[in-house]
């Protein structure tokens, strides 16, 4: 969503996902992405700043634009179709994944209890393959135009801290929303 209408209010609601908000301070525009990992593939941040510039003649270098709490690398654990995905839309996919072993997971540490549910064939189980949907967000903001010095990042991961934050994959589907908004105050 973007708007250049003062005292209207764009929000996104989040649990997880990446809110990105965007100012552009000369023009008086502002933009609310909502960007999971759906929307981060499909490039929703370069596509907000580029609407921004189609409609309202925002020029990319005069953007601020704040990325809000959300799950971080050290707990988004995806699958490999979620990283075939990325790997077909940017060339840098690579750095934005990492794997991961979990040494704590219930199958590795009671090893002997799942000794018998493996079908035939199929050994221990690998890594984890780990998202940085920031990093990934950051990067499309810069693509865009928007100069990395005008990017913010609000600290903390939504699953490690789901005492200060909401988390859907924390907290297992039953939770509630954060909401990230922006507006432009009339004058």
């Known amino acids: 969503m973007i708007t250049a209408v003062p005292g209207l209010l764009l929000a996104v609601k989040t649990a997880d996902c990446v809110p990105v908000l965007t100012a552009d301070v000369e023009r008086r525009v502002v933009g609310a992405f909502h960007a999971g990992w759906r929307g981060t593939v499909s490039r929703i941040a370069e596509k907000g700043v580029g609407e921004m510039r189609r409609t309202f003649g925002s020029d990319p270098g005069d953007l601020r634009a704040a ?21 077909s839309q940017f060339s840098y996919a690579a750095e934005l ?6 040494s704590k997971a219930i199958p ?4 002997l209890l799942f000794l018998n549910q493996r079908a035939p064939g199929y050994g221990d189980r690998g890594p984890e393959i780990h998202l940085d949907l920031v990093s990934a967000n950051q990067r499309q903001l810069q693509d865009a135009g928007v ?22 994959r924390a907290e297992f589907g039953k939770t509630g929303r954060m909401m990230a908004a922006i ?5």
């Open 183 to 187: 507006g432009i105050r009339p004058e």
């Open 97 to 102: 994944f990492e794997e991961v072993f979990d």
């Open 108 to 111: 590795v540490r009671y090893s």
């Open 147 to 168: 100069h990395g010095e005008n990017i913010s990042v609000v600290d903390g991961c939504t699953a490690c801290e789901a005492k200060c934050f909401f988390s859907h």
């Open 67 to 87: 990325i809000g709490p959300c799950i971080r690398k050290c707990c988004y654990s995806v699958g490999p179709e979620v990283k075939a995905e990325f790997d």
